[in-house]
């Protein structure tokens, strides 16, 4: 080691390792909402957690961060918004690569019918709000894999 350098031999080591093991599974949330704050404070409930959350404001704007970042392993996503919904943005995935996605519908006012064609979508769960977000987490980090 020369006075050059800021890593030592075993520290040098340990980062080629490390940049050589495979890709982990991903391990973000994004968070779909037409209503920001909703949005950001769910996003900030989980980052107390742990978890590291995205977020976007319309279906359109999530399907490009999904198209765009293989990171994410779970969407959550409002059920109402404007101007398409949860479950045309939940179809969209559902017929892409990433069809594999687990994905949570949450909605402040939804009717049986919605609740049918979610489930008919393979979803996770569909969750009423407010949001318990307890149960919330503890569903993310099942999902994601992540030591509960």
């Known amino acids: 080691m020369s ?3 800021i890593l030592s031999e ?4 340990a980062l080629s390792a490390v940049m050589l093991e495979p ?3 991903p391990q973000r949330v994004l ?3 037409d209503d920001k704050d909703s949005c ?6 989980l980052g107390m957690d742990g978890i590291r959350c ?3 404001a319309s279906g359109q704007a999530a399907w490009d961060l999904l198209s765009a970042n ?4 779970l969407l959550i996503t409002d059920l109402r918004m404007a101007p398409s919904n949860g479950l045309e943005l939940i179809r969209q995935v559902r017929n892409s690569p990433r069809a594999a996605l687990p994905i949570i519908i949450m909605s402040g006012d939804a009717d049986a019918p919605d609740v049918i064609d979610a489930m008919h979508l393979s979803v996770v769960d569909f969750l009423l709000k407010p949001i318990d977000s307890v149960k919330l987490a503890k569903m993310v ?3 994601l894999g992540m030591a509960q």
């Open 40 to 45: 950001e404070l769910l996003a900030q409930i």
């Open 54 to 56: 995205m977020t976007a």
């Open 31 to 33: 968070i779909v909402d």
């Open 141 to 143: 980090k099942r999902e």
């Open 23 to 25: 890709d982990l599974p």
């Open 3 to 5: 006075d050059d350098d």
């Open 10 to 13: 075993a520290e040098r080591e």
């Open 70 to 73: 293989t990171s994410i392993g």
